[in-house]
């Protein structure tokens, strides 16, 4: 039988890993469909105003977009509430949410670079929002390991696949910037330990995403392995 959720999504989205955390998160049962990016179906554009993934499809009926708008709707309607209860802390989880936007950019754009050169220049404007973020986890209150503590939240679920992608690129080209933002770091190894971020994607994403640099010829494609090629038809 159909999930009352299903996830519309490309494999390598970082946004529909988000919308999958907080499924995950909250143990609900879903399904998943991979769109073709490159011959989005009918169905699809008449759903996603945008274009974009993901888009979520309640009950195969409702549709809803935008992986924050998602993340908030499945917070409101399924427990257990990812959010924490106190409005005040909330509010500042929801700011800290919103700051996920400009540190997905510095990361994308570092790792979709066209040149060495544009890589180098783009990876030396990580550290400013590495910062950033690394104050807030100074200043959160808890000893982690996530942003609020022991429970993972809608703030943990925003920045993990970037912090992922990040390791990722790491892995082929070592950056040696997180190393600088010892919190950061350190909630960079929780999220990518936490349950819900590994179930999050499909099992080879690593794979995927190296082949997507392959795909799109970006520069850090030069580092990639061709045995990847073929990966994201595997599952
Ligand atoms: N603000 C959107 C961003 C979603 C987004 O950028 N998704 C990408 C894939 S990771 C997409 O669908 N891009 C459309 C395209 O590549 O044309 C969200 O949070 O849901």
């Not at 950033?132 to 809608?154: E, I």
């Not at 794979?207 to 990639?224: D, H």
Request: hydrophobic share 50%; net charge neutral; charged share 25%.
């Amino acid at each position: 039988m159909a999930s009352k959720f299903m996830l519309c999504s490309f494999k390598t989205c970082p946004w529909v890993q988000r919308a999958a955390i907080v499924l995950q998160a909250k143990g609900i049962a879903y399904d998943i469909t991979y769109i073709d990016r490159d011959k989005r179906p009918d169905w699809f554009l008449a759903m996603s105003p945008h274009s974009k993934v993901p888009v979520v499809v309640i009950d195969g009926k409702e549709a809803l977009f935008e992986s924050n708008a998602i993340a908030e709707y499945l917070d409101e309607t399924v427990s257990p509430r990812l959010h924490p209860a106190d409005a005040l802390a909330r509010a500042r989880n929801r700011a800290w949410t919103d700051f996920v936007s400009s540190f997905a950019s510095a990361i994308s754009s570092t790792m979709y670079a066209d040149t060495e050169v544009e890589f180098r220049a783009k990876a030396a404007n990580l550290a400013e929002p590495f910062g950033r973020l690394d104050d807030a986890l100074g200043k959160r209150g808890n000893d982690g390991p996530f942003f609020n503590g022991p429970k993972l939240s809608l703030v943990d679920a925003a920045y993990a696949p970037f912090l992922q992608r990040y390791t990722f690129m790491d892995r082929l080209r070592p950056l040696g910037i997180i190393e600088r933002f010892a919190r950061l770091a350190a909630w960079r190894e929780a999220l990518l330990a936490a349950p819900a971020v590994k179930a999050s994607t499909v099992a080879n994403i690593e794979a995927v995403w190296q082949e997507n640099l392959i795909v799109r010829k970006r520069w850090l494609s030069s580092f990639v392995s061709s045995d990847v090629i073929g990966a994201a038809l595997a599952e």
